[in-house]
């Protein structure tokens, strides 16, 4: 669909173009990765107080001004700002080396969409188009997805009993 000279004919010149757009997302996937972890760290808000029954509001207020005290430790405690630090810039540093000649890690650990998404204004492909060469691609070259593929045909074995 190209011509010959084509940067686009050359997987090696293609997988650069990515690499570079990979690169320029690292602080998107390190901010999204970070993100994520500490919030998983501090889970959810939990305010409510233990033996809340029949109480008065002089008798609750306490209870839940406490309860608050608690939880505003704990996640104070969770998100320290020398670890948020020290993680964002492990992570930076790791996501960095991943978009190194040589590695391939940068396509499981970075997010791909944005990768996506900008590779087209570099083709002057549409996104569509793009979208629908990428998976018709597994019929010209061999099945990419050979190990789904035997995921599903290893279900078939699987048959019903009657």
Same mark, same amino acid.
């Given at each position: 669909?190209?011509?010959?000279?084509?940067? #686009?004919?050359?997987?090696?010149?293609?997988?650069?173009? #990515?690499?570079?757009?990979?690169?320029?997302?690292?602080?998107?996937?390190?901010?999204?990765?970070?993100?994520?972890?500490?919030?998983?760290?501090?889970?959810?808000?939990?305010?409510?107080?233990?033996?809340?029954?029949?109480?008065?509001?002089?008798?609750?207020?306490?209870?839940?001004?406490?309860?608050?005290?608690?939880?505003?430790?704990? !996640?104070?405690?969770?998100?320290?700002?020398?670890? *948020?630090?020290?993680? *964002?810039?492990?992570?930076?540093?790791?996501?960095?080396?991943?978009?190194?000649?040589?590695?391939?890690?940068?396509?499981?650990? #970075?997010?791909?969409?944005?990768?996506?998404?900008?590779?087209?204004?570099?083709?002057?492909?549409?996104?569509?188009? #793009?979208?629908?060469?990428?998976?018709?691609?597994?019929? *010209?070259?061999?099945?990419?997805?050979?190990? !789904?593929?035997? !995921?599903?045909?290893?279900?078939?074995?699987?048959?019903?009993?009657?």
């Amino acid at each position: 669909m190209e011509p010959d000279d084509s940067w #686009l004919r050359s997987p090696t010149d293609v997988e650069a173009r #990515l690499r570079e757009i990979a690169r320029s997302t690292i602080s998107y996937a390190v901010a999204l990765a970070a993100a994520a972890e500490f919030r998983d760290r501090v889970g959810n808000l939990d305010v409510m107080p233990d033996g809340v029954h029949d109480r008065t509001a002089d008798e609750l207020v306490p209870l839940l001004l406490a309860r608050i005290d608690s939880e505003r430790r704990r !996640i104070t405690t969770a998100i320290e700002e020398r670890e *948020v630090e020290s993680r *964002v810039r492990m992570l930076f540093a790791e996501f960095e080396s991943s978009v190194a000649p040589g590695s391939d890690r940068w396509k499981i650990i #970075l997010p791909g969409k944005p990768i996506l998404i900008r590779f087209p204004s570099l083709t002057h492909l549409d996104i569509s188009r #793009l979208k629908s060469m990428y998976i018709r691609a597994p019929a *010209v070259s061999g099945p990419a997805f050979k190990e !789904i593929d035997n !995921i599903f045909l290893s279900f078939s074995k699987f048959g019903v009993e009657s």
